[in-house]
């Protein structure tokens, strides 16, 4: 049985709301740490925009590891290394992401109990990886497309 086919609307769909949240987010990464955590307001706003950019992520995650791996992720972070063992991404940024889907599940579930510090640093530090997923999942994409146009080309299976 085939691999099924890749919803590129999807994909592009959630791609553009992870740019748009991480132009959100590069904004309020300029401001001075002391004033972001101490102003409820902006930390909000950062937690919000970092929940749609990786449940947004996760989405992706989850098509693509439906559609190509035909495997079911056992949990959010599951997906990412679903994602990295089949070469979609690299195994390093598939752990980093994993990490990443776990953080989202407390700012979701448990936003009570996050530290705040954790936050700012991600902000800070942990942008360019969504940015790397977007490329790294685009270019297998793309590598996908130029494969099957030769085999449909060439009419080999």
């Given at each position: ?18 740019s ?97 510090n954790?936050?700012?640093?991600i ?12 490329q ?12 099957e146009?030769?085999?449909?080309e060439?009419?080999?299976?």
């Amino acid at each position: 049985m085939g691999k099924l086919q890749i919803n590129e609307d999807l994909v592009r769909e959630k791609f553009t709301d992870i740019s748009q949240a991480l132009f959100l987010l590069k904004n309020y990464a300029g401001i001075e740490k002391t004033k972001l955590l101490n102003d409820s307001t902006l930390l909000s706003a950062v937690k919000y925009q970092l929940i749609i950019a990786l449940e947004a992520a996760q989405n992706i995650c989850n098509h693509l590891a439906a559609r190509l791996t035909r495997r079911s992720p056992a949990s959010y972070a599951d997906c990412f290394r679903i994602l990295g063992e089949e070469n979609i991404i690299t195994e390093d940024l598939s752990i980093i992401l994993a990490s990443m889907a776990k953080f989202r599940n407390l700012l979701v579930h448990q936003y009570g109990k996050i530290d705040d510090n954790i936050v700012y640093s991600i902000l800070k530090n942990s942008l360019t990886d969504l940015e790397k997923y977007m490329q790294e999942v685009s270019a297998f994409l793309a590598s996908t497309a130029r494969t099957e146009h030769k085999i449909n080309e060439h009419g080999k299976v």
